[in-house]
């Protein structure tokens, strides 16, 4: 479903878009009562079953999008209820829970289960029958195979054997895409999020074909600090390139145009953070633990301290590219304000700490920028190209912090250069169900020595939940970007010398 453009892609940036305008056209916040209205339109529903119902879940959109929290049916409140509270407070941080399921968007869809199709042919031969370990499968009077669902374990070894591809595996799409099995059901059926073992990825909001999920958002919070004056620094992630089919110099007076007084590459912090976990790697591994995991994937590093305490401290202490970062413009500027801009909703969270929140005041996704850019209509692709403008600070390696494998391939250039003679093994987990086998390897002892890479999202940063282009096109813009930079190697940044400054 990634990479298809769809009507929910619409609904999710319609509402990024009207909350952006709205914050931008004035101080009237009770308008955010009329963008249900102006996005369904008329009396026909076009998704639902009633415009009612389409315009219920929009305004709960709405809401989250002024990040404010998600309410149910009965609430009689206006939309803009508690938006004041959200306004006068714009350095206010999310309340979790980040990542919501809009209870009555949800549609009930069935849980895991086997079903066997009208392509049923029955054959002779009835091999889902011979496979099927708990006799789950019976025939009726016309020799065709049905499921006794109450025996059925779903194995799915019936699935790989049908000759015609007659029995299909059926899973909620929220379910399948959650690395955590934090997805479970209520007495109506609907889909939850066990917030214990959620970790803010947001593959199951990109993943539900009803735009059932969403998480909160500051758009709202990030103009209203910009339009009292304060100087907003807008950090965007290694992901950027290809996100918005401009240049780097283009998206820089873009931005700008917003009313940000800045743009700074992460990739900056990307190189000393690899600098750093060089270090660490090279000083512990495996003199004080058997290996080390990168730390920069907010969703990676919380599912291994859930799932795997024992080995928490395995897990990089260097601080993250964001992080840096920010510290970075906080120490050069400390009068500023800091947005980090990026493809990921698990970064909102990480921002979200305690031990971060001095550091990064705003987390945006690429989606929500896009919104700001339609509400504002600024076409970073309309800019004109200006080399002054352009992005250049990131080496290649620090750029490639972006693609599945790209850290960890950082990390073993930069070893490489200060221990030539150290071999480095790497393993790399795409997508949370990935890191879960991975860091089952290491705790059976099959890792020892190696530098493991998690990543949230499957294929890396590049296919966060808050990114806008597909991800095979961004991953290639980012390898062409890559090659552009004017060094190599992290460990030739001409940052080096904050590193110190920044982690004291």
Known sequence: MRGVHSAVDDIRRN???????????????????HIPYNII???????????????????????LACGLPVRTMDDANPTSEGIERAIESNDRYFQEPLVNIIPFACNACPTKRIQITDGCQGCLSHPCMAVC???????????????????CIKCGKCVTQCPYHAVHKIERPCAAACGMDAIETDELGRAVINQNKCVSCGMCLVNCPFAAIADKSQILQVITSIKKGEKVFACVAPAFVGQFKARSSQLRQAVK???????????????????????????????????????????????AKKLFPDMKDYISMALTPMVITARMVKQQHPDAKVCFIGPCAAKKLEANRRSVRSDVDFVLTFEELQG????????????????????????AMGRGFAVGGGVAAAVVE??????????????????????????????????NGYLLEGMGCPGGCVAGAGTIRPVRETAAEIERFKKRADKVSSLDSEYQDWLHKVTE
């Not at 019976?138 to 020799?143: I, M, T």
Request: net charge negative; glycine share 6%; charged share 35%.
């Open 15 to 33: 509402v990024f878009t009207e909350v952006a305008k709205m914050a931008y056209e004035g101080d009237d916040y009770s308008k955010v009562n």
């Open 41 to 63: 339109k008329g009396d026909v529903a076009q998704h639902r079953s009633n415009v009612f119902l389409e315009r219920a879940i929009v305004k709960e959109r709405v809401r």
């Open 133 to 151: 370990p708990k006799d789950a499968i019976y025939l009726d009077e016309n020799k065709r195979c049905h499921i006794d669902q109450d025996k």
């Open 257 to 303: 145009l917003l009313g940000f007084e800045d743009v700074v590459e992460v990739a900056i912090g990307a190189d000393l953070c690899t600098k750093e976990e060089a270090h660490d790697f090279l000083e512990k591994v495996p003199n004080e633990q058997p290996f080390m995991a990168t730390s920069c994937c907010p969703a990676w590093s919380m599912m």
């Open 372 to 395: 700001m850019f339609d509400g504002k209509g600024v076409n970073p692709d309309e800019m004109e190209l200006i080399e002054e403008e352009s992005l250049h600070e990131g080496t």
């Open 414 to 447: 930069a070893i490489g250069h200060i221990d030539p003679d150290i071999q480095v093994m790497t393993d790399y987990g795409d997508g949370l169900r990935e890191c879960k086998k991975m860091l089952m390897l290491a705790k059976a002892g099959k890792r």
